[in-house]
């Protein structure tokens, strides 16, 4: 099995990286590509974009930034926030990225990961779940779908997925720690990577985390500040996470 | 120092380009045949789907100016389907015949997850790159290994990388001016 994975995620809005609680009250935080530059200098094994507003009038502004982070970065990102259709999809590893990530459309049609799959290789095709007490949600996490997570990542690594990016919309936000027994269920649900997100407070949580799933989402923890980055690393390695070497 | 890199319809060249002019070298993507066969050393990327993109070579006439140049002894490198597709063969998509650069097929991989995604060690060396790969070559031109997988396959002037150096940070960034010191 490859190394257990740290992963950024920055929150994306007009170009700029934002922060805000559940998408309300947006604050400017900087450059995407010098904050993921540090990032990766910090020891990041990959990168999370999310488009977080995900207009349709953005999306121009939001390719020139995934050519200018695919210029300047030497490790792997994936881009998120309204890919609706192959072409989107497409478009954004045109410009650089090395996945997309697939949420509300696929829930909408789920046809669309079997073609995402087939036009760019599973190993592209993120497909994002946001879970409340073992349901999926859809929508930035405001509308139920009807449909259980490993039911629905079960069928997503049927349809072709790659990864599935497994999110606790209630352990979100609460820096009590993953949702542990979610990231299991699912993981042991499908044989593909899953990276789990929502509630990482410390470097005992993302530990715990990295027991069950290949990939660790690293959000609020990090506070857009890459230091903490390489010292939530070191402390890892204490804990004996085998982190790779990023010298 | 003229680095080609072939742009064929098969995934994200515009991060290998990227690398290669980190390290100074002129990289350009191009789907000519003739700028391929004078390149000082001329790249096969590749993600996606082994038949789709040996049809775009075919498409292009990039296949067979690919193995005049490994003929001719001329540095060439070849990443993650790259690699895939200088095989004999592939066993993805019902089946796939490559460019016969090395001996050997790619086959489905059967062990852990897959895709197998993520950063490994390689060996000899030590060193972890990325990788993301459901498919993995099998041939007696390795030359490194990571968790039993094939790292790397050379065979005269072709190496292949079943990792991809372009997105292994400094890792990757010291394999790909070793490519770049032996043209």
Known sequence: ?247 | MNVAVCEYGAGNVRSVVAAFRRLGAAATTTSSPADVADADLAVLPGVGSAASAMAGLRERGLDRVLRERVDAGKPTLGICLGLQLALEQSEEDGGVAGLGILPGRAIRLRDGRVPRIGWAAIEPGGEAFYFAHSYAAETPAATARSEGVVAIAEHGSFVGVQFHPEKSAAAGARFLERCLSRV
Request: a negative charge; glycine letters at 10%; hydrophobic letters at 45%.
């Open chain 1, 1 to 247: 099995m490859p190394l257990p994975r740290l992963i950024p995620c920055l929150d994306v809005a007009a170009g700029r990286v934002v922060k805000g609680v559940r998408f309300q009250e947006l604050r400017d935080a900087g450059d995407p590509v010098e904050l993921g530059a540090s990032y990766s200098d910090a020891g990041a094994d990959e990168l999370v974009y999310l488009d977080v507003m995900a207009t349709i009038e953005g999306r121009s502004s939001l390719l020139d930034l995934v050519a200018r982070i695919a210029d300047r970065l030497a490790i792997p990102f994936t881009v998120g926030g309204g890919v609706r259709s192959v072409g989107d999809a497409e478009a954004l590893l045109e410009a650089g990225a090395d996945k997309v990530s697939v949420n509300s459309a696929a829930l909408e049609r789920p046809a669309l990961v079997s073609e995402l799959a087939a036009r760019l290789g599973s190993q592209a095709v993120v497909v994002a779940v946001d879970v409340t007490n073992g349901a999926v949600l859809t929508r930035a996490g405001s509308t139920p779908t009807g449909r259980r997570a490993v039911d629905w990542a079960r069928e997503a690594e049927e349809r072709g997925a790659g990864e599935i990016l497994l999110t606790s919309i209630d352990a979100d936000g609460t820096r009590d720690g993953y949702d542990l027994e979610l990231t299991r269920a699912v993981s042991e649900a499908v044989s593909l990577p899953v990276i789990a997100s929502g509630g990482a407070g410390s470097a005992v949580h993302v530990a715990d985390a990295l027991g069950v799933a290949q990939a660790a989402l690293l959000a609020s923890i990090l506070h857009e500040n890459p230091a903490r980055l390489e010292t939530l690393r070191s402390e890892l390695r204490d804990l004996g996470v085998a982190l790779r070497d990023a010298a």
